[in-house]
């Protein structure tokens, strides 16, 4: 069982999944950013896209950081911050692949690439979240950091 290989770990106001690389685990990652949204206080729609923009970045790092190799792991980690009246809910997903050239990535919205099946996971962060950094971690692999400004 997959979930007996996740480790979670909480404090009062981040928690941390570190998933093996899987697909399986995308529906756990969602009920935790959809009520972690909804605590946040984020509406129904906000929920929605926020959830999308989580599931993206989690896939692309399965599939493009890992490569589906299930001995590398993805870490997820919500945050809700400041702790005690939280002003941005920030999520960051981790893999330990051999990183990619984010500036590479084309637009998925040019002609050319309306019909690939892949390529628009960094496009929908972008725009779904109010705040994206992606950048290489120095011990390998990929970290993105998605905001979502609350109010």
Do not use: C
Not at 4 to 32: C, G, N, W, Y
Not at 67 to 75: E, L
């Amino acid at each position: 069982m997959l979930l007996k290989r996740a480790k979670m770990l909480t404090d009062r106001h981040v928690i941390r999944l570190e998933l093996p690389s899987s697909f399986e685990m995308l529906d756990l990652v969602q009920v935790l950013s959809d009520r972690l949204s909804s605590i946040a206080g984020l509406d129904e729609d906000a929920t929605h896209w926020v959830s999308v923009a989580i599931r993206e970045s989690v896939i692309n790092a399965v599939k493009h950081g890992n490569r589906g190799d299930r001995a590398k792991h993805v870490t997820v980690e919500f945050r809700l911050e400041p702790q005690l009246k939280p002003e941005q809910f920030s999520v960051e997903v981790l893999d330990e692949g051999e990183g990619f050239d984010y500036e590479d990535v084309g637009d998925p919205l040019a002609p050319e690439n309306l019909m690939k099946s892949s390529g628009r996971g960094i496009f929908f962060m972008r725009n779904f979240m109010d705040d994206v950094s992606i950048s290489r971690r120095p011990e390998g692999g990929m970290a993105v950091r998605m905001v979502k400004n609350l109010q």
